[in-house]
Every structure is written in structure tokens, then in C-alpha cells.
Nanobody, 127 residues
Framework: QLQLVESGGGLVQPGGSLRLSCASS?????????TGWFRQAPGKEHEGVSC????????NYADSVKGRFTISRDNAKNTVYLQMNSLKPEDTANYYC???????????????????WGQGTQVTVSS
């Protein structure tokens, strides 16, 4: 059973940056899985932020984060990252990583496609 752990959240001022990390905590390799980042703010629906295919060759982003966020993976370290720049107060949310075993080199920001979820890490953007 793939178990995911997120880290890197925190409090940052508007315009600042954070890098989130997602790793497998139980020795299973994340390298064969498409991986996505999702977020949920209080009172709002779950939102797909970004995803990356198992080989890193395909990425997708929500329109709200395009040009500011970058997803990447280091399969040697069994870790997926979300670099978040130019953060805005509306980026405040609990951020989750998730994974599924894909058919081909694809990914999706649709939550229903994902089988494994982390517990989340809080990101707060405030002055």
C-alpha cells in the first residue's frame, strides 16, 4: 500500500515562495505512479493544482497557478516537488499529494482518478 507524506508547507508573505515535497513513507517507489497536487481551502471544493506523469514527461496545471507553480520529480530520490512562486493569499489551503498507477505516460488533475493520498500540508499566504 503506497503511503504518501507531504512536507514543506508553512506561512509565507504574498509574493513569496515555498517548495512542497511528496515522498513515499513505506519503501514503495513512487516512480511508477502519476502524481498530482491538490488543495482545499475552508469552505471551498477540492481543486486539482498540478500533475506529473510517472516519467516526468507530461505535466498539467490549473489555470490559477500557471506560470507561478512548477511540478517536478526526482525519481532517484523517489520524490515529487511543487515549487510555488509569487504566492497569493488565495493560494492559502491544505495541499495534498496523490498518486495512481497510470495507463501510459499520462496524468490528470481529476481527483477521482487517484488511489493514494497523503495527509496534507498547510500553506498560508498572509502578510
Amino acid at each position: 500500500q503506497l503511503q504518501l507524506v507531504e512536507s514543506g508547507g508553512g506561512l509565507v508573505q504574498p509574493g513569496g515562495s515555498l517548495r512542497l515535497s511528496c515522498a513515499s513513507s513505506d519503501g514503495f517507489t513512487l516512480n511508477y505512479y502519476a502524481t498530482g497536487w491538490f488543495r482545499q481551502a475552508p469552505g471551498k471544493e477540492h481543486e486539482g493544482v498540478s500533475c506529473i506523469s510517472s516519467d516526468g514527461g507530461t505535466t498539467n496545471y490549473a489555470d490559477s497557478v500557471k506560470g507561478r507553480f512548477t511540478i517536478s520529480r526526482d525519481n532517484a530520490k523517489n520524490t515529487v516537488y511543487l515549487q510555488m512562486n509569487s504566492l497569493k493569499p488565495e493560494d492559502t489551503a491544505n495541499y495534498y499529494c496523490a498518486a495512481f498507477f497510470p495507463r501510459g505516460r499520462t496524468c490528470t488533475t481529476t481527483p477521482d482518478s487517484y488511489d493514494y493520498w497523503g495527509q496534507g500540508t498547510q500553506v498560508t499566504v498572509s502578510s
